[in-house]
T-cell receptor
């Protein structure tokens, strides 16, 4: 069966520090991968999605970036965090072709 | 990016009551999904809809894929306290997946 792993679960980082969040999927190949951010009590904002290795689509211009170095690995990064980067970050995957999406457990990022 | 229009934003109901929420969009989607999110957790898939007009049930939950492919609704019958949470709709079109802003459900015992 397929599973998705996301880590770390929580992270407290100072302003200006770098960021690296990782998401991996097991049990499937060539998934579509997504990064979402959720502000407290709000909906999910699509940040990046990827349909294959090295293919990244960005939805929101900001100081975040994403990379897909391997088929089932999706990384969210920043060189210098801002206070406004605080939030709940969620990784999701689908098999493509308009099928259902499954989420990781999320990373709670607090920038101080 | 464009988000879906989900309503209501929040609901406060008594245990045992039925609940209805819906999502609309100006764009057509090929798949509609409904999720529930508990605090500090990732959303969990409740129901997936793949065909216009499709009506699907999962226990006390029923969801429909609108005939125009631009809307969907979710009904919860005979609510119980563990139904508390935030419910999200999502629309998929090829590789594009968009979410509603969520409906926060509170159930009073």
């Amino acid at each position: 069966s397929q599973t998705i792993h996301q880590w770390p679960a929580t992270l407290v980082q100072p302003v200006g520090s770098p960021l690296s969040l990782e998401c991996t999927v097991e049990g499937t190949s060539n998934p579509n991968l997504y990064w979402y951010r959720q502000a407290a009590g709000r909906g999910l904002q699509l940040l990046f999605y990827s349909v294959g290795i090295g293919q990244i689509s960005s939805e929101v211009p900001q100081n975040l970036s994403a990379s897909r170095p391997q088929d089932r690995q999706f990384i969210l990064s920043s060189k210098k965090l801002l206070l406004s980067d605080s939030g709940f970050y969620l990784c999701a995957w689908t098999t493509g072709g308009d099928t259902e999406a499954f989420f990781g457990q999320g990373t709670r990022l607090t920038v101080v | 990016g464009q988000q879906l229009n989900q309503s209501p934003q929040s609901m406060f109901i008594q245990e045992g009551e039925d609940v209805s929420m819906n999502c609309t969009s100006s764009s057509i989607f090929n798949t509609w999904l409904w999720y529930k999110q508990d605090p500090g957790e990732g959303p969990v898939l409740l129901i997936a809809l793949y065909k216009a007009g499709e009506l699907t049930s999962n226990g006390r939950l029923t969801a429909q894929f609108g005939i125009t492919r631009k809307d969907s609704f979710l009904n919860i019958s005979a609510s119980i306290p563990s139904d508390v949470g935030i419910y999200f709709c999502a629309g998929l079109r090829r590789d594009d997946m968009r979410f509603g802003a969520g409906t926060r459900l509170t159930v009073k015992p």
